[in-house]
């Protein structure tokens, strides 16, 4: 049966990429020193225990964080996020960025390790595990990602909060894949919002919707959201002044896309950020 199970994902997961294949070549071309990495999103949910709050399980993830998430150079960089904006005002959002598939399966093993090297004694670690998995109920989902060359950060460390705002837009999948227009629009309008202080968009690799194209909008505060609408309509008539052509690029741009996006809004949560 494991063996399989084995043959099973092989065989999926060669699906996925032969699917993925077009489009990420297509990116790459758009993008030559582009080098995508590999981004996995757990969605956990807070345990509904009254007794449960953020400052205890701060505290205790942060352990965690320190001693394991930080020393495991597998782990490119790693990220906590809160309900803010969204339909369900349970979520915990773990995010980790690993530079290929292989080291996905490598950091877990490395995070065992160093979790026995942090606490020694196996009574004494499974009583952090157990503590730590209190905060959260038995229900999560995970997805895997793959990054896309349309990205920019200009953050800088902060003890305070970021609000992200996530986009993920439906692809018609129908063929239609034009990433120079996609990068164009990036160059011309999303990397001169000045109220935004990074960007970063994914692509479906792994999870329960191969049509998801995602886009995350780090601010400082929820009113900058407001003004970057503002202010993305300002910049398409400066990008392309002639209307006709304007409407005809948005035509072409938007030939990617089915029309229908859902949102949410997360927070960070400092010092549980890599």
């Not at 757990?42 to 505290?59: M, Y």
């Not at 999560?140 to 896309?148: A, K, T, V």
């Not at 692809?171 to 990074?198: D, H, I």
Request: hydrophobic content about 35%.
């Amino acid at each position: 049966m494991k063996t399989l199970n084995t043959l099973l994902k092989g065989i999926g997961m060669l699906f996925l990429l032969t699917a993925y294949a077009s489009f990420a070549q297509d990116n790459a071309n758009a993008s030559a020193e582009f080098e995508p990495v590999y981004v996995t999103i757990t969605t956990a949910h807070w345990n509904p225990d009254p007794d449960v709050n953020f400052d205890d399980w701060k505290a205790t993830e942060k352990k965690y964080f320190d001693k394991v998430t930080m020393k495991n150079d597998l782990i490119l960089s790693s990220g906590y996020y809160t309900h803010y904006f969204t339909p369900d005002n349970s979520e915990v959002v773990l995010v980790n960025v690993y530079k290929n598939w292989e080291d996905i399966e490598k950091a877990n093993e490395k995070n065992e390790e160093l979790a026995k090297a942090a606490w020694p004694d196996e009574a004494a670690r499974k009583a952090f595990f157990d503590k730590q998995g209190k905060y959260y109920t038995p229900y999560h989902s995970d997805e895997i990602y793959l990054s896309l060359p349309y990205t920019f950060d200009n953050q800088v460390e902060s003890e305070e909060p970021k609000v992200v705002y996530l986009r993920n837009n439906e692809m018609s999948l129908n063929g239609n894949n034009k990433p120079e227009l996609m990068k164009e629009y990036f160059e011309k309008v999303t990397k001169n919002l000045t109220s935004l202080k990074a960007y970063y968009t994914h692509r479906h690799l792994w999870g329960s919707d191969s049509r998801q194209f995602g886009e995350a909008y780090f601010y400082d505060n929820f009113a900058d959201i407001e003004k970057t609408f503002d202010e993305i309509e300002e910049l398409e008539k400066k990008a392309w002044p002639d209307e006709a052509k304007r409407e005809e690029f948005m035509k072409e741009r938007g030939k990617m896309f089915t029309g229908k996006h859902a949102d949410y809004v997360y927070r960070t949560v400092p010092g549980l950020m890599k």
